[in-house]
Structure formats: structure tokens, C-alpha cells
């Protein structure tokens, strides 16, 4: 095995080069799940409910079953629903019009049972309970110390103390969930718009007891998932029953509504901090108390201390259920919330100390790489020009934050790759990973050809397929680092197989022959073959399996960004103007779509921040907003000036950076925000009503 | 959505008797931009659609030596790009505040004017609230960010089109096409709050049409502007808007006119303001007078108290910008 070129001996590598799929799905030839159709399909349709708790004593769905053009209806999904749009019945029909219509006829008696949807109500002990198996609604709890808090908070000079309240994101894919299921005598063919082709199969074999072998998904192309299609959910159970009732395949695609409701999303953090500090800034004491809420799942723990060194902290949580759709993964899980309470918290702190926010970071950040990466951005950025919070005269007032992130990321070692030769000079490279937006399809044909020496055209990328050898799902920034060295290794190995080839034709061994840009020459310069004569040699096509190794990559990236806002101060509107990222991640492996992906972070982070709020009706528990009309996400006039800096970390190797640009930016808004007029915001998004209020506040009734 | 009819109507004669035919039970349909969403959620389950679109003479903009007139079902595009209109003060200009430009390429002047609030409650199937025929209104102890301060009662709807505000401000009418025959209605009479009908936005009857907007010469007159306050700038509704239109001599208004959007269920004309800005030389403490007094009767709900300094604001800026055009 030889580890990878040099950064300038690199054609692909380090490089930017567009999309091989681009052109394709530009020109809407690439199919995503959504578009496939296959001969006698069916529409699958999911009866949701309209309670946030309630018993289901009864469906009646005689008027459903003799409804022309329905074919398969389930009634036996379950019998208790958790939240407004929970499963409850389902039905599969000749057309969706008749899938939606054939929804309204099912008659279900329902016993409605008491609900939360608030996580402070559902904390108390007399709040109705969401699982009534349990004493109350606290689900995991996690209490972490190190050092001696009370000794810390003696030691330090300042303590600042708050309360932050960050709201539920929603992941809202440009493609919403869905899948076509046919069965096949006993095997299972699914179409998904997956994350994870290997996770869906073996969940799917596990659910109805087949061989893993037998269970075959493809996700061709996916328009992407943030984390809420990582895994099996109930839909695909539904759609598969549907699909083996009905005896012909049935597409289920999930609309918007459903989306919002049912397949995951960010979970809430409520945190109460107490830090301290002494005059000059050194940290010594960290203190959190938190809940939030992942509706009827888990997983709404932050990695508290966030970034910065605490000699002493503690730490307690409490997950806690409301009656709300299950939280799932979302880009860098937990991360945000947390830069959002720490850098929101340290702004504050700099500011009772009459110390730069930059000051106190570089004082107590123990990151080397981020380090240096505050010093770039500082200076691109034009930190020194940051004006006292809230000194700015006038309507339009400028503001600066900034914020740090960290990421572990990291490839897997079961990951194998298949590299194939063949006799007409064709190569193709085989990975069961799948493109989720990410640009992974078009990196998996750039390693192989920056390995063969060949041109990025001429090396076909197949994946999407669980038939194919084995990778890990799309999540925790894995993927890049995963793949990149399987394949390479895969297409080393395939070389090497051809040189042997061509040493056996010119009776030398194979370290006679020396392979570069397309052409094979003899040491002794006597003989020479090109790439396509090579390949003519060949009576069976090379085909070579590799599995991931150590030494082509690495895990743990630093990441801070910078951000300029404008707030009209007579509407409270906040624009973010710039935004400058510096982050790491080793070799990157394309400049372009690594850029792509730090934008798209960005972008993200303004939507949560300023806009994006999953609300919850609390007399109804229905919620109220669950459109892309209501609930905003930022459009093309949100966009501010980019700017990134790939930190180069290259010896490294391939570090996955899917994650790391979605969370230095969501405290660093906020803090630009709290500059520019001089007041703190200690609840998520930051939308104009709170800003006028907090400037009003500030300001005194006018 | 249910299966239903589509019919052609041959001319816009012929609308009102086939809205009157099917008693209420086919829905008036033109670029859909509204009304097939509201059928896809099921709040609307109509059994015959009307095609409006399919009334070619609708679809017009025309001066005459009297003024400006629209006809219903021209695009909201085209008033944006008509030479014509642009000389109708903001008119051009508010209608390109409308939306994104794909709703504004389907949506037709006539659907804006009649189309139905924005408000989550009334549009999500799950709520049977009192503009549905209900007996409450959901927004009262809900999520009440975006709703009314000002005119609501038993319903707290904010009114949601760009246009009508500023075609108030410019004294315009519209024509109403019944059974019976057509009449003029000056705009600003068009529309009706809660505390008249909660279930209705304006005067039409079940079996009536908006054939026409009228937009008086008077428009060229006087200086006019729309400012348009959006949460997000890629495409909103209004949160709040500010149509003035007013003679202007030095810092002096004469004839002023003012309708906001965003803050009552129908375009609110801020006649306190009015009173105390009209005639008068405008100046910062005059300004704050006139927006203490048109707010002062304000009802803000739990979350949207904001709405009282924004609207301030705005009508402050509006008339300021006014000033300075
Ligand atoms: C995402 C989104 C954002 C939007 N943002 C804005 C915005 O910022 N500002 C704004 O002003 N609007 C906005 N709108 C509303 C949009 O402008 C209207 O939906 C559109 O103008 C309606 O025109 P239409 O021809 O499509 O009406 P339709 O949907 O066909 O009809 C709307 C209603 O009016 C009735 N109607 C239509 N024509 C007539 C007529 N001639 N006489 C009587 N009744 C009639 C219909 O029966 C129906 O009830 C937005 C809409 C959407 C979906």
C-alpha cells in the first residue's frame, strides 16, 4: 500500500472539478426516488393522526375497501398514537388522488388521552404522562464533573449566569422521504431516498425475517437528508406491507406536512449556565443544568463545556418526552445547540471582563489548529474593526460575532470498494455508499482516477446499492474518509494486477514495469504498451476488492467563523452581510464540492438562527407552521458574501467535514446580532419581533 | 382533493349564473395560486371549478381618458412590466413586492384582491375555526405572532395582499359582476371586518365576480409609495406595509392617504394618522404623533406587541420616503 501523492502531484486531489452527475441532474435526467415509476405501481398513502395522544379503540374502513382503485388498505398498524401525525392506518391505491381521497373515508374512534407538548409542562409531576409505562416523562439523564466546581466559582473574579432557550429545527430535505417497495418471490427490492443503502437492508431483513441477501435498496440519486434519513422508519415497514398485500410494487412518498411531523428533527435545548472567570480571562468554572426534548425519542443531550477548557465543571441533563415526533440525527447532533449557549455565554463574559471576545477565546481555547484558524479569519474578516456592542448611532447598525466548532468525523474500517479493468480499457469502481447531495458519487470516480492516472470520465462511479460491497451509512461526516482510502486501495490494487499483466506479456517481473499517464514502459525503455493495449491483454476483466486501512486518514477537525450583520433597528430585520469560514479537513479531496458543503453549513446555521421554528399549538399540540410557506428557511436574497479557507492539514489525510460548517456560525450570528444593538437574545431564531422588542427594551418604551 | 368539474365559462357574462347555479358549491378558480392549495389541504372540497382564466376579455390593462383599468385575470407580472401602470405611482411597484416571480407569472390581480387570509389556523384542516363556520378562533390564545392588532374581534386575520393597500391610497374601484348586472365599489369598501361577517373578507355575494380594477388619473397626480416590511426578503407576506399616497409641497401633505397591510383583517386606513399629518409640515415629533394616535386603540394578542412599534415605524419611514421621492 502507498499512501497518497503529493498535494501538487495531484491532478484530482486537493483540486476543484465539478460533479459528474451535475449535468444530469441539471437536466433533470438523474431520478431520484421520487421520479420512478414502475408498471403497475400503486400509491401508498399513510392515515396520520389528528391527536397528540389518544387510544385507537376502532377503524372502521369498510367505506375504504370498496372504493374503486384502492388495493391494499392496513388497519393493524398500532394501537396507540404519541403525537399529531403518528401512523395509524394505511392504504395503497391505483392513483394518489384516490391513495389521499380514500384517507378521509377511514372512521377511527379514537380515546383521547391527556398531553404535553411544552418540555417545561412535561417536566412537573403531575404532567400528563407520554408513555404510560413510565413514571414520568424523563427519558435519559447525564451528569459529568471534572475538578471542583464550587472551588472554581470561589477562584473566579467574574460569574455570568443565563438561561438559553434554542427552539426545534426541522431538516426539511429538498426531497422529502419516500420509498418504492416490490417484492419478488421472497426478495425485497426497495427504492429509497436513503442515507444509508447497507443500514435500510439489513434493518429491512431484520423487520421481516429474510436473508440479508435477499433484501436489495437502491437510492440512485437522493436530494438530500441532514440526518432524518439515516435510518429505517415506519414508512418503510407500511410501504413494504402495502406492497406484499397489494402483490405489485407501491411508491410512498411522504408530502411536506409529513415531513415536518414524522421522520425526525432537531430536538430543543433549554440551558442554564453558570460560568466563571478570573480578571484576565482564564476560565475556571463551568456549570450546566439542561433538558430538551426529542419529542418521543432521545438524544437531546449537548456536549457541554463546548470547545473551551474548563478546569472545573458539571454537568447535568434530562431528556424529556412531549407528545412530538421523534427527533432524529441532524447535522453535527447536539453541536449547535451547544455553540449557541457557549459562545452566546462567552460574548457576555468578554463583556463584563472589557475583554475582546477574540482575546478571551484565543486565551482559552486548547485547539492548536483553531489556534491558527482564529488568526486567519480574524484577519480576513477584519476583526479589529469590531465597534463596542451597541455604540453604533443611527438605523442601520452593524454588528460582528464570531464562533468556534469541533468535529470528529473519521473513516470507517469495514468499508470495502471494487475496482473492475476490463479487457476494452473500461473501469468502473463498486461501493455501497450513496450520494446525499454531498458530491460523494463524483469523488469515489475522482480517486480511482487519480490513481490509475486516468481521467475523471473514464471511471464509472457505481453506487446507491446495497448489491454492492459494503459502506457505512452517510452520517457523522464519515463518508469521504470512509471511501476515499477504500478506493484508492481497491484501484492500487487493480494496478497492480494490470502491471503483473503486462510484466507476464513481457516476461520481466512486475517492478520492471513502470505504469505512469496512461502508458506502460519497460525499465529498460525497450518496450511500451498504452493503457488501452494493457488492457487488451486482459482475457477476464482485473476485478479487486479492498477494505478501508489505516494511514490515508484521520478524525477530529477545529472549525471558527466570522460573521458581519446589519439590523435595521426601526423593523428589526437582521441581515447577515458576511460570513467568513476557516476550517480542516485534511487532504480534500474536492475543493469544490468542500466549499459547496461549508456554504451550505453556513446557510444553514442563518436559518436556524434568524428564522427556522418548529411550533407547537399548545391547546392542540398540532403545529401550526408545518409548511414552507410558515416555516421559513433562508432564499437567495438571505445570502451573505462567503468567504472560506481550507486550513491545510493535507498529511492528514481525508477528514470528513460534512458537519463541522454547521455550528461555528450559530453563536456567531447571535453575537453579531447582540454587537451591533447592544443586547443579548437568550432564545432561538432571533427573528425581527425580538430583536424590536430587545431594542425597545433597551431603549425604554418609545 | 375530490374529484370535481371544471368548466369553461364562454364569457364573463355567463360566471355569476353558473356561480349561481351550483349554489355556492363550485369555487371561482383564476391563476390558483391560492385556491387549489386551499383544496389540496381540504378546506375548500368544491364540486365544480371554475375556470376564469378561460374568460379571454378579462385579461387586459387599459387607460382611457378617465384613468387606468385592469381586467381580473391579467397577471400580476403584467401590471409589474406595463409602461402604463408604472405611471400609476406605486401601483407597478407594490405589485412587485407580491410573492416570487412564478406566483406573480400565475397569480391574477383579481385572485389577489378576493384571496382568502393567510392565517395557520384558517388554512389547516385540523382547525374548524370561526371564519370556517366554527365558533372560535384558535389564534386568540395560539400562536398569534402574525395576526392582527388592530380591527380583529372574533376573528384576528390579517389582511394579506400587497396590492389593495396601495390601490386604496390611490382611490381605486373595482367593477362587481351579479346576475343582475355590474357596479362600481370604491375599493376601500370592498372589504368587510369580523365583527360584520367572520367568514367573509369582502362584500361579494356567492354569485359575484371582480371584473375590473379602476384606477382614477388622480393617481398620476399625487406622489404614492408601498413599503413592505417581510420577516424574510426572498418572499414573505407583508408583516406589516405602509401605502401613502398625498400632494406634497415642501414638507407639507395635502390629501393624504394611508392603508397599512399586516395589521387588520382588512387594509387598514390609518385615519388618526391622517388627521393629525394631513395639512400639515411634517416633522420627527409630528410623525410619532400621528403613529401614538393611529396605535392607540391597538389590541396587541400575546406575541405580537411588536407589531405596535413596527407599524410606527414603518408608517414614519413610509412617509419620510414619501418626502423624499
Ligand atoms: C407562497 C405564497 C406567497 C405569497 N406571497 C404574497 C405576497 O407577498 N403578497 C401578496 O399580496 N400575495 C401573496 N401571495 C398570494 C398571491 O398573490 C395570491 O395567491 C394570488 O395573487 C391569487 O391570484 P390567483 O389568480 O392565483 O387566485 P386564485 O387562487 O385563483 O383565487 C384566489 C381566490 O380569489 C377568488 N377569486 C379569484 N378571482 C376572482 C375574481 N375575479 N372575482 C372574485 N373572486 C375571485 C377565488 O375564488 C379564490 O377564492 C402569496 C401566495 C403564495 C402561495
Redesign the pocket.
Known sequence: MTGWKKLNDMTYLGKSYTRVDGPDKVTGRAKYTYDLKFPGMLYGRILRSPHPHAKIISIDASRVVNMPGVKAVLTDIKDEVFFVGDDVAAVAAETEEIANEALLRFKVEYQVLPFTVREEQAMLDDAPKVFSNRDNNIGSTQDRTEGDVEKGFQEADVVVEQTYHINVQVHNPLEVHGCIVKWQDDELYMWDSTQAVHGERSAMARHFKIPENKVHVISHHMGGGFGSKLGMKSFHIICANLAKKAAVPVKLMLDREEQFLAVGNRPSSIQKIKIGAKKDGTLTAFQLDSFGTAGIGGGAGVPQPYIYQFPNYKVNHKDVFINAGAGAPMRAPGHPQANFAMESIMDELAEKLGMDPLELRIKNDPNKTRQQEYLIGAKQFGWDKRLKSGSQKGKIVKGMGLGSGRWSGGGNRETKANVNIYPDGAVDVKIGTQDIGTGARTIVAAVVAEELELDLKDVLPLIGKSDYPWAPASGGSTTTPSISPTVKLAAEKAKNSLIVRVADEWKVTPDQVIYSKKTFTSKDGAQSLSWQEACELLRAPISEMEKWNEGLSDSGTAGCQFVEVEVDKETGHVKVTRMIGVHDCGLVVNMLTTKNQIQGGMIGEIGYVTMENRLLDADTGIMPNAD??NYKIPGALEMPDFNITMFDESERGVIGVGEPPAIPGVGAIANAIANAIGAHFYETPITPDKVLMAIQGKEGKS | MKEFQYIYPKNSQSVPLILGEYNGKA????????????MKEGI?RPEQVVN??AVEE?NYIKEDSDGLNIG??T??VDIVNSKVAQTYGGLSRAVE????IQ??N???????????P?CWYFRSRHFHCIRKGGDVCFAVSGNNKYHAILGGSSCYIVY?????PMLITLQASVE?LGPKGSRMVPLEDFYILPKVDPTRENI?QPD????RVFVPKSAKQVKSIYL?F?ERDS????MVSVAVSAKVSGNKLSDLKIAM?GVAPVPWRAKKAKMVLNGNTVSDELLKKAGEAELENAEPLEQNEYKITLTKNLLKRAVGELLAL
Open positions: 414552507m410557506e | 369555487l371561482l378558480y383564476a391563476g390558483g395560486t391560492d385556491a387549489l392549495a386551499r375548500n376564469l382564466k378579462l381580473a385575470t397577471p400580476l413586492t407580491v410573492a416570487t406566483l406573480r400565475m397569480g391574477t390581480l383579481g385572485g389577489n384582491l378576493c384571496q382568502r393567510r394579506p395582499s400587497d396590492v389593495a362587481i361579494l359575484e365576480i371582480v371584473t413592505k417581510r418572499f414573505d407576506f407583508a397591510g
